[in-house]
């Protein structure tokens, strides 16, 4: 059976967590240089609030934002937030350091590389893209297709069927504990926790239960252990 190597994406290959929310502020601060009448600060806080609510992948934050703020939508002000958002977004974009070295390396030792990501399909895709990442990956499997997100193991069972490898026999990467490493152990699979510091309890957990998770600073110390 092939040997496989599964990624989560977000703040595991790029750091999204930091781009976002420079490119939310930027978002935020023209839309009120251009009239929203609201401080800076505050209405980051409802924008936040909003984010919250609808979820990170919900396409119309700042339709809703200036709904609450003005009665109504007002079409100007959410071009303005989107547009910005987004470019700044791309701007910043960048993978984690070593993250396209790392791939290379698990390439040339034969292992199969797939993503296992809760999101939306083209907006995990075009990540990928702009990184120039997205030819490293034999298959891409996205919660929004498959219909279950992970931690459910079968997010982790499909995604090895569509790669006709042994779920045993396979690696999850991501910076999550419970929601991408646990649900890949829970799935049968071994996984590698980067990029994320554990807690006393985190770390206690894993070393009394014995389970099968390797803990590394980053992504790119994966080709110490793999």
């Known amino acids: 059976m092939t040997k496989a190597v599964f990624f989560d994406i977000d703040d595991t290959l790029v750091d999204t967590s930091s781009f976002a929310d420079l490119a939310r502020h930027a978002a935020i601060e023209s839309m009120c240089n251009n009239g929203l009448p609201?401080?800076?600060?505050?209405?980051?806080?409802?924008?936040?609030?909003?984010?919250?609510?609808?979820?990170?992948?919900?396409?119309?934050h700042f339709n809703i934002l200036t709904q609450e703020v003005l009665g109504k939508e007002d079409p100007l002000l959410v071009a303005i937030g989107m547009t910005t958002y987004h470019n700044v977004k791309f701007a910043l974009l960048r993978p984690f350091p070593r993250?396209?070295?790392i791939l290379i390396y698990l390439k040339s030792k034969g292992y199969k590389l797939g993503a296992i990501t809760n999101g939306i399909t083209i907006k995990q895709w075009e990540k990928l893209v702009r990184l120039n990442l997205y030819h490293f990956f034999d298959i891409v499997i996205t919660s929004e297709e498959v219909g279950v997100e992970k931690p459910d193991p079968e997010i982790y069972i499909e995604a090895c069927r569509r790669m006709a490898c042994d779920v045993k026999k396979s690696i999850m990467?991501?910076?999550?504990l419970d929601v991408d490493c646990m649900g890949a152990v829970n799935a049968g699979m071994s996984a590698i926790l980067v990029n994320s510091t554990l807690d006393?309890?985190?770390?206690?957990?894993?070393?009394?239960?014995?389970?099968?998770?390797?803990?590394?600073?980053?992504?790119?110390?994966?080709d110490t252990v793999l």
């Open 38 to 60: 609201l401080e800076p600060d505050e209405a980051y806080d409802l924008l936040k609030d909003i984010i919250k609510d609808k979820g990170s992948n919900y396409s119309k």
């Open 173 to 176: 990467v991501g910076n999550k």
């Open 200 to 222: 006393e309890d985190e770390k206690e957990r894993v070393n009394e239960e014995d389970i099968d998770i390797i803990v590394l600073d980053s992504i790119s110390d994966v």
């Open 99 to 101: 993250t396209s070295a």
